[in-house]
């Protein structure tokens, strides 16, 4: 599923316009996208959360050549699954 | 600071478009389709944002980090997410 056809659906799902139902799909993704960029944390009751996770720079080979390289160290968000879609993807049961 | 759903619905009812009881409905129901997408294994993708996928995870012995028992850990799909490039150079400027 692409963000228009996410956009069609909520529409559809909730008898709103295309338009309308564009606004709300960019402003939920722009509000978590801020959220990230400011490094704050990110929680969705039910679907999962987010936090902003820093890595430490290393020294590193490309795989190809053998070549050694520096990584850069970086920041990247790491999700978290919520309860309930962790057991929705398992068919309703947790298997913990 | 945490965003929450909350959250998302104020931004929605500052648009002006729908009532806070709408607002709050339409956030519910778009969680509600990108979870019943994943569950039916389908992947998300959200350009600019990332790609939510269900990866599939064989059945593997694993031990109780408590007691050190060694378990079984049945088979079970688990939800990942990758990051846009975009949103990934937005979040590292200025690290």
């Known amino acids: 599923m692409t963000k228009s ?3 069609e659906a909520l529409a559809k799902a909730e008898g ?3 338009k309308a139902a564009e606004t ?3 402003v939920t993704f722009q509000s978590m996208e801020q959220a990230l960029i400011k490094s704050d944390r990110l929680e969705i009751r039910g679907f999962g959360s987010f936090k902003v ?8 080979r490309n795989p190809k050549t053998g070549e050694l390289i520096e990584v850069e160290s970086k920041k990247l968000p790491f999700f978290k699954v919520g309860k309930e879609l962790k057991e929705r993807v398992n068919g309703g049961t947790s298997q913990d | 600071m945490t965003l929450t759903k909350a959250h998302i619905v104020e931004n929605l009812f500052a648009k002006n478009i729908f009532t806070k009881t709408e607002s709050a409905q339409i956030i519910e129901t778009l969680f509600e389709i990108v979870k019943q997408t994943l569950e039916t294994g389908e992947d998300v993708l959200i350009s600019g944002f990332g790609k939510f996928s269900v990866k599939e995870k064989n059945q593997r012995r694993g031990r109780n980090p408590q007691t050190g028992d060694p378990i079984m850990l ?6 990942t997410f990758k990051c ?7 979040i ?3 690290k």
Do not use: C, D, F
């Open chain 2, 74 to 79: 049945s088979p079970r799909k688990v939800v």
């Open chain 1, 5 to 7: 056809q996410l956009i």
């Open chain 1, 24 to 26: 709300a799909v960019n």
């Open chain 1, 53 to 60: 996770k820093n890595y430490e720079g290393y020294k590193g």
């Open chain 2, 92 to 94: 590292n400027v200025g």
């Open chain 1, 16 to 18: 709103i316009t295309l």
């Open chain 2, 84 to 90: 846009s490039g975009v949103l990934r150079e937005r």
